[in-house]
């Protein structure tokens, strides 16, 4: 998607993340022990069902969650701890965060113009009144919105313009890194694709770096440059997104893939539903850690599983 824009710098680093909650008895293991990196300028999409705890990621990322373990670098330096006041303002104005339900995340008594603005009041982003109101009125220009909405209230939107609104609110801040939690899954499949076409073309112009969460693997092709898969709190495999979806290794990646539809109704009609049963790995003895197969293309098994999928791929490559 973004290639022109990608770069080899690493912009975010999660490092063997551990995220809990509950103690004794009660607790959750959410997050396993995740690593992936983010580079410059990509689109990463992290993809899972509900409650796979992929969106507990992007709330740690932005410092809503606490991390039990492992570390979140953001541009080298460990953000997953108490930061300075200067390096705490950093971070949020750096790393914004687009809602999945527009109505919910904004404020229903406030005008748009107040909404987008916020985030400058808090951070003091502007000279004065007249460069606020500029910077504001460029913005909702950009996500294709007119200067005459800013006096209106969210609730006089549609869905989709208030998604426009919540993008507006994390792009006014000029962030370096901004994740998209499931930014159009609460929106009609009819604009879903304008939302993605924005986030793409704000992508081009603003060389903006996105973690991008969802559930739906036919929407992270459309945007993502690579696609990590994560069930139940660990990330089964990581692959460049055309890749996943030609060569997809892991048996949970290969029973998404199996829920995408497919356009035409003929394939459509004899395509075979993958169920992921997950008691087909036996962990007890051989544990199974996060390798990489081949160039970019990391999967999670034990030691007999990794050598099935190498075995797999010299096949699919003859």
Do not use: C
Request: charge should be negative; charged fraction near 30%.
């Amino acid at each position: 998607m973004s290639e022109g824009n990608m770069s080899n710098e690493v912009l975010l680093s999660v490092k063997d993340l551990e995220i809990t909650f509950g103690e004794g008895k009660n607790k959750f293991v959410a997050v396993d022990h995740v690593s992936f990196d983010i580079h410059r300028g990509e689109t990463l999409a992290l993809v899972g069902e509900s409650g796979s705890g992929k969106t507990t990621i992007g709330r740690a990322i932005v410092r809503i969650n606490e991390t039990t373990d492992g570390d979140i670098l953001f541009e080298g330096k460990k953000i997953n701890k108490r930061l300075s006041r200067k390096d705490d303002h950093y971070v949020i104005k750096n790393i914004q965060m687009i809602f999945q339900d527009p109505s919910a995340s904004l404020n229903e008594r406030s005008t748009v113009d107040y909404i987008v603005s916020e985030g400058l009041y808090n951070f003091h982003l502007f000279k004065n009144n007249e460069d606020r109101h500029q910077k504001v009125e460029k913005i909702i220009s950009e996500v294709g919105l007119l200067s005459e909405h800013l006096t209106r209230y969210p609730h006089e939107f549609s869905g989709g313009q208030r998604q426009r609104i919540g993008i507006a609110r994390a792009l006014v801040m000029d962030p370096k890194l901004v994740i998209a939690d499931e930014p159009i899954s609460a929106l009609d499949v009819s604009i879903r694709a304008q939302v993605l076409n924005l986030l793409k073309r704000m992508q081009a112009e603003k060389d903006l770096t996105y973690l991008f969460i969802a559930h739906d693997l036919s929407v992270v092709r459309f945007i993502s440059d690579r696609i990590a898969v994560i069930h139940r709190g660990v990330i089964v495999e990581l692959a460049p997104a055309e890749e996943l979806f030609i060569e997809p290794i892991h048996p949970y990646t290969k029973s998404l893939l199996s829920a995408v539809p497919v356009p035409d109704p003929e394939i459509e009609k004899d395509k075979k539903l993958v169920v992921y049963d997950d008691t087909i790995h036996d962990y007890s003895v051989d544990k199974p850690a996060f390798v990489e197969i081949k160039p970019g293309h990391f999967v999670w098994g034990n030691e007999p599983e990794i050598t099935t999928y190498r075995e797999h791929l010299k096949q699919f490559v003859k």
